[in-house]
């Protein structure tokens, strides 16, 4: 919490020195439209998520247990992936972010953003003394979640459905599949069918950027939308 406090203190300081900005500019004031875009957002990828682990389920014969389930295991585990997905969208799709945007333009800002963010994984995942291919896998498929989460940012100016995207998939995955400190909350995997090695390269390229894909697409038909809350300014 101490973290997460430094950081929008930071965040704050920075706005103000540099562009005179209040800290409202990130649409984080919890107020009825970024509320909105926040559960459209947490809703939105949940589905999409749980789609996916039905497509896994079926292409890969996935057999899944099911576990008791401990209430106070799975509210632990949401206060943690909140802090946790609210402090990383302040940190890339934050202020740093906005003021890229004001100085270097929306598109290099959110590319800077997304490598950023996906090189950041590498670190956040312990790989950093893995193969090279691993490696570069992490930083295309959370670079490019990076990028979708930042153009999100951008043409809502606000992090609220950015951050309901990064909660509801940190806190629907910890439901299904190992994790730390919180995983296999609700489920856990008995078997499952292995590919050849080729097919296994296929099918985590999919995995990768199946959500990703599908939540730009999402993203821009909201933004197309008479849904005036998504209307880009």
């Known amino acids: 919490m101490l973290g997460l406090l430094v950081i929008i203190v930071i965040s704050w300081g920075l706005l103000y020195l540099i562009e005179k900005k209040h800290i409202t500019v990130l649409g984080i004031v919890p ?7 926040f559960l459209i957002g947490f809703v939105f990828i949940i589905v999409l998520n749980l789609l996916w682990v039905f497509i896994e389920t079926t292409i890969k014969s996935v057999v899944w247990e099911t576990k008791s389930i401990n209430y106070g295991l799975i509210y632990h585990s949401f206060i943690y992936h909140l802090r946790s997905a609210l402090t990383e969208d302040l940190v890339f799709r934050g202020a740093i972010l906005y003021l890229l945007i004001q100085k270097i333009g929306p598109r290099k800002a959110i ?47 606000s992090i609220a459905i950015g951050l309901g995207f990064h909660l509801g998939y940190n806190l629907l995955m910890t439901c299904f599949y190992p994790s730390q400190p919180y995983g296999e909350l609700l489920f856990t995997q008995v078997s499952r069918v292995n590919f050849s090695e080729w097919n296994e390269l296929y099918f985590a390229l999919l995995k990768g950027f199946f959500p990703s894909i599908i939540t730009l697409f999402f993203i821009r038909i909201l933004l197309k939308s008479d849904f005036k809350i998504f209307k880009i300014k």
């Open 31 to 37: 107020n009825p439209k970024h509320l909105t875009q």
């Open 111 to 157: 590319v800077i953003s997304a490598v950023i963010f996906g090189i950041y994984h590498v670190f956040s995942y312990g790989m950093t003394s893995d193969r090279v291919i691993p490696i570069i896998y992490v930083i295309l498929t959370t670079g490019f979640t990076g990028y979708v989460w930042a153009y999100a940012f951008d043409k809502t100016k």
